[in-house]
């Protein structure tokens, strides 16, 4: 079993989706009272919110470094960035450590290829919904994205920053949420990707209208296919 490390607080609540997910599993395929050889570095995402605030993406992505080397010198043999927002400093940092890093947009991408989906709408915070570090990812898999949906954009924002880093899952933005993939489902589009750790919590990505691409949920199988590539 090789061991992985996980740069989570981003928020504690999808780093703990993360954990659950790869333990459950790990165990399940091995049996007994086995359990993923994992690190974690949890970060304070307070101080990743007020450099993102100032658009300070340059001492981000250090201070994401220094969290990556600490998992590398204690023996990670690859690492997540449990984030979708904050592979937005992805580039800047994989550079500086000598494992790989495993890319959460590459890892859903694969999956959708694997599916044979060719559309799909995107849904995140702002940073992933309208920057081109994420979409780009898909798209460069020839998986085609809708335009971001403006209107919503801001309203997903809030859900995500205001709500569920707080776990906090309102029944009205359920309904919103459902609302909106409805509407997406009108269209020319073959798949939804959940392009936020946290939006699993108000979306059922099991039983909607169209199939969800969790990125949570890949990225963890990602996650768990390295940790048993090797015994």
């Known amino acids: 079993m090789r061991k992985i490390g996980l740069i989570g ?7 703990a ?12 395929r091995l049996g007994g009272f086995s359990s993923a050889h994992m690190l974690i570095e949890s970060v304070n995402f307070s101080d990743y919110a007020r450099l993102q605030s100032n658009d300070d993406w340059e001492a981000a992505a250090g201070l994401m470094t220094r969290a990556a080397k600490r998992l590398e010198q204690s023996g990670a043999t690859a690492i997540l960035i449990c984030s979708n927002a904050m592979h937005k400093i992805y580039d800047q940092v994989q550079p500086e450590v000598g494992v790989p890093i495993l890319h959460i947009a ?6 959708m290829v694997a599916d044979g989906v060719k559309t799909a ?48 899952s309102k029944r009205e933005s359920e309904r919103t949420m459902k609302t909106y993939i409805t509407n997406i489902a009108k269209g020319d589009v073959e798949a939804v990707v959940l392009g936020s750790t946290e939006l699993d919590l108000i979306i059922d990505t099991k039983a909607n209208i169209l199939p969800i691409y969790d990125s949570t949920e890949i990225h963890a199988d990602a996650a768990i296919e390295w940790i048993l590539a090797d015994g």
């Open 9 to 15: 607080g981003m928020s504690w609540v999808s780093t």
């Open 17 to 28: 989706s993360y954990y659950t997910r790869i333990n459950s599993i790990v165990q399940k």
């Open 106 to 111: 590459d890892c859903v991408g694969d999956r």
């Open 121 to 168: 709408t995107l849904i995140g915070s702002r940073n992933v919904m309208t920057e081109g570090f994420y979409r780009k990812r898909l798209v460069g898999k020839g998986i085609s994205l809708t335009p971001p949906d403006e209107e919503r954009v801001e309203e997903i924002d809030r859900i995500i920053y205001e709500e569920l880093m707080f776990n906090q």
